[in-house]
């Protein structure tokens, strides 16, 4: 018997921040103007030391004003898309759930679109226009994630694959209204907004919009953390989790919020991102349990190291052209997920 | 059959819970239900008022025949329903409207295994019996492991410990079921056909470590089962259900007439005294 202990969590949690750190320094280095480590280090210090106007470079500045913002974008994108994810997996009692899979993040796109699409006929305070995106995209993703929940019960019971079939169907409805907002609409950066669609980490962010952005991950991560011991019990079974003191409405209830807070703001600042909340949960199943205690905060990590290695990869492997990081993630995601659904229909 | 101090003494952090002595312990007072489809419409199902009580240390089994309504009733016992009229009193506590983390530092269910979404070994899944009795964020402490060290010993279970919930056989996996809900440290055991889908050995095997636990611990043991001999054999008490109606309540001995059982049953059997006292049920092929 060996229960998880408050040491463990941290020591994974320690040796994942590592990872990411590594990571981090590579993918500053990587890129379509080489930069050397020295540099790299001596640039970060300065910033560090709040120098910022000693940067020994102009690549310097390429690495501090754009890979470094960029970064920490895929760092809060991933790790929320990651908690997401897991968040959905024990809601739903499915482990092929995620935002992408289940057409929350297209749901959640279609939302932050009609939100740019109403913000300018609305005179609205600036702080609610800054607001006001993300909002849209969470709405968008919580109205997606009732009606897919909806879809998918069969005799009042949640049936897996007629869930995951009404949200791929839900997916591929949600885009082409999409696909018509966007082509009506006239003005807009077509292209731009494509790109954005698959997955996209380049577009720069306003400051109040990063704010918005790490808030809102700090807080709903917290509030499903509240619930990782009722999660586990939940993947049981609603019932029995009810017979073991799980207050089983108001878990569903935080949980479905949070989930949908986090796949808004994700999408809303970097488009649709796939498969994501996918893999990384099950990668970190893998590694240290399937206890939300570990899973949650693991994963988190696991899906920041995860998106930023893929966005280095999106910004490296055709230099100085791009791919978006959502065509990344889907190139190694369909495949495993493919082969996931595969062993577990036998 | 240790008294019960001596039982006691090897289970730490009681809990707040207070564990009466020979006083009625669960009392069904006048219960009924009716499920509908639908509120405007005719109910579809009745259950029409039940009443019976349970001392600590008894075991009492629901009988019937399929759609008799023997879950709707444990449902009710254990608060997982609101009755339409009447209440189940537990030590003088209303169970439906516990707190669910009350309810379940109470009330522990056994009910029909739903299959697990992700692998656990069996420590795992007995170390949530202790849920009810944890803040949210706590990680399990040395009392937790030894709480279920001793709920796994209590079943015979030690040596499934660290085995794969899905890679031990059905009768191993009752019995760490059972495990975690002794972790529970319930004045109320409750099992939803707890028999079934076990060999005979098992089911026997099973009901005899009901009948030391009740005993041992002071459960009141409350259990739904098809199983008329064994609960003929194991019940101190027998609820007796058809169609919703509560027809007997009482001992097996005074419960199990055989016009009454041929009635119930739709099936020809005959029912002997056994040389403990307790009666016996054959079943008669149909000719």
């Known amino acids: 018997m060996r229960p998880i202990t408050l040491q463990r969590l941290l020591l994974q949690c320690g040796i994942l921040a590592l990872v990411l750190f590594a990571v ?55 790790a929320s898309l990651s908690v997401a994810g897991t968040s959905f997996q024990a809601l739903l009692r499915n482990p092929l759930a995620d935002p992408y899979v289940l057409g929350v993040s297209m749901g959640a796109a279609l939302g932050a679109i009609l939100a740019l699409i109403a913000e300018p006929h609305l005179a609205l305070p600036a702080w609610l226009a800054a607001l006001f995106t993300p909002l849209g995209a969470f709405l968008g993703a919580a109205a997606t994630i009732a009606a897919v929940y909806l879809l998918g019960r069969r005799e009042g019971q949640i049936d897996s694959a007629t869930l995951l079939l009404a949200g791929i169907i839900s997916s591929s409805f949600l885009s082409a209204i999409i696909m018509f907002l966007l082509t009506t609409l006239t003005g807009r950066d077509f292209r731009g907004m494509a790109f954005w669609l698959m997955g996209d980490l380049s577009s720069s962010l306003q400051s109040s919009l990063r704010w918005v952005l790490v808030i809102g991950f700090l807080v709903a991560t917290g509030a499903i953390y509240t619930t990782a011991a009722d999660l586990n019990l939940l993947l049981a079974g609603e019932k029995e989790a009810m017979h073991l003191g799980v207050d089983v409405r108001r878990v569903r209830l935080v949980v479905y919020i949070a989930a949908s807070i986090l796949t808004g703001l994700a999408v809303s600042v970097s488009g649709a991102i796939g498969y994501v909340g996918l893999l990384v949960p099950h990668v970190m199943r893998l590694l240290f349990g399937s206890d939300h205690r570990i899973l949650l905060p693991t994963a988190a990590f696991g899906g920041a190291i995860a998106v930023v290695i893929a966005d280095t990869l999106a910004r490296t492997v055709v230099a100085p052209s791009e791919l978006p990081v959502g065509a990344m993630t889907a190139l190694v995601g369909a495949p495993l997920f493919i082969y996931l659904l595969r062993r577990r229909m036998a | 059959m240790s008294s019960p101090a001596q039982s006691w003494s090897a289970w730490p952090n009681l809990g707040d819970a207070p564990r009466a002595g020979s006083d009625v312990r669960l009392s069904v007072e006048q219960v009924s239900y009716a499920y509908s489809a639908n509120p405007s419409q005719a109910p579809l199902f009745t259950l029409e008022a039940n009443s019976f009580q349970s001392r600590p240390g008894e075991i009492v089994a629901i009988l019937g025949p399929n759609a008799s309504g023997k879950s709707t009733l444990l449902k009710l016992i254990a608060g997982a329903l609101a009755p339409l009229s009447g209440r189940v009193l537990l030590d003088g506590f209303v169970t439906h409207t516990l707190a669910p983390r009350a309810r379940a530092q109470r009330i522990a269910m056994v009910q029909q295994e739903t299959p697990l979404l992700f692998p656990a070994r069996a420590w795992e899944f007995v170390l949530q019996g202790r849920h009810p009795y944890g803040r949210s964020l706590r990680f399990e402490n040395e009392d937790d492991v030894l709480i279920a060290r001793n709920a796994l010993a209590q079943v015979g279970a030690d040596h499934l410990s660290d085995r794969w919930m899905n890679e031990i056989s059905g009768g191993e996996r009752q019995r760490v079921v059972l495990a975690r809900a002794l972790c529970q440290q319930p004045l109320l055991l409750l099992l939803d056909e707890p028999t079934l889908h076990l060999d005979i050995g098992a089911q026997v095997d099973l009901l005899a470590t009901l009948r030391r636990l009740a005993a041992e611990n002071r459960y009141t043991v409350v259990v739904v089962t098809h199983e008329l001999n064994l609960a003929a054999e194991y019940a101190d008490q027998v609820v007796l259900l058809q169609k919703g109606k509560s027809l007997r309540v009482g001992s097996p001995a005074s419960v199990y007439q055989r016009d009454l059982l041929e009635e119930v049953f739709h099936a020809r059997l005959t029912v002997e005294q056994g040389s403990n006292g307790r009666p016996r049920v054959n079943l008669l092929p149909t000719s």
Do not use: C, F, N, W
């Open chain 1, 24 to 78: 981090v320094v590579v993918a500053l280095k990587l890129g379509a103007v080489p930069v050397s480590l020295y540099g790299l280090g001596r640039d970060l210090l300065s910033v560090l030391l709040r120098q910022t106007s000693q940067l020994s470079s102009d690549y310097g500045m390429i690495v501090i004003e754009i890979r470094l913002p960029r970064i920490l974008l895929a760092i809060v994108v991933g």
